[in-house]
Every structure is written in C-alpha cells, then in structure tokens.
C-alpha cells in the first residue's frame, strides 16, 4: 500500500474486516510510503474489501495474495510462540 504510514494503520485498526497486521517493510516515496504489510483476517476473503478500502483512501496499492497455511504450519505456530 502507498500512503502516508500513520493514515494506513489507522484505516486499518479501524475496519471491522481485519484481525491484526504488521508491518514487513517499508519503501519512502515523497510524502508516502509503500509499506509491505502483513494482513490478518477478522473472518474470512478481506482481499476486496482491502482494495474498496485502498480505493477509498486515493492510495495505491501493488499486490495481494492470499496465503493459507497448512495444518502443520498451524500447529508449528501454535508450538513455537
């Protein structure tokens, strides 16, 4: 996502479609920031309600992808923390 850093996390604690998220990298752009984020479901496909929401917001945005993880990956999470 493209847009200044503070508006985005804000936009984003405040939908009611998403769990957690964090922040994986960040690229200056001017006033903005691509920020590579980690976005968790509060239930289910958020992938576009994410982009109405980027939309919205006049931000850019360059990729979502939907990534499951397996019930081993799971358990090894659950395990590890």
Do not use: C, H, Y
Not at 52 to 60: A, C
Request: charged share 35%; glycine share 8%; no cysteine.
């Amino acid at each position: 996502i493209n847009g200044p850093e503070e508006e985005v996390f804000q936009a984003l604690r405040e939908a009611g479609f998403v769990g957690e998220f964090r922040k994986i990298r960040e690229e200056p752009q001017g006033d903005a920031v691509w920020l590579t984020l980690e976005i968790k479901s509060a239930g289910g496909d958020i992938r576009e309600k994410l982009f109405r929401l980027v939309v919205e917001k006049n931000w850019s945005l360059r990729e979502l992808k939907l990534e499951k993880m397996s019930l081993e990956e799971v358990f090894a999470r659950l395990t590890t923390s």
